[in-house]
């Protein structure tokens, strides 16, 4: 059993800085990735950033150079840092992992943290 526990979301103004971070529990498979995504009311979930297990990171273009995606010490977490955040930002938060398995990705999903941004 796969669990993902966040942290650190809240209310910040804009422009301000805010760090999520997920750590993951149970069994997991050695190569997987880990990341967030994010979801406003009314609008489709959308991926803001993944890391690989071998560091690689991905972004979506509305986040890069603001946000930074990265391991923590603690096996299997990561952290989301997210500066110069914007009202657009706003949104829940859903931490993720996922791996290829048997021809067919496994995905893992947290409970979602709000993040608030007000202008």
């Known amino acids: 059993q796969v669990q993902l526990v966040e942290s650190g979301g809240g209310l910040v103004q804009a422009g301000e800085s805010l760090r999520l971070s997920c750590a993951a529990s149970g069994t997991i498979f050695s190569f997987h990735v880990m990341g967030w995504y994010r979801q406003a009311p009314g609008k489709q979930r959308e991926l803001v950033a993944t890391i690989t297990s071998s560091g690689g990171t991905n972004y979506a273009n509305s986040v890069k150079g603001r946000f930074t995606i990265s391991r923590a010490s603690a096996k299997n977490t990561v952290n989301l840092q997210m500066n110069s955040l914007k009202p657009e930002d706003a949104a829940v938060y859903y931490c993720?992992?996922?791996?290829?398995?048997?021809?067919?990705?496994?995905?893992?999903w947290g409970q979602g943290t709000q993040v608030t941004v007000s202008s």
């Open positions: 993720n992992l996922n791996w290829w398995a048997g021809g067919s990705r496994r995905d893992y």
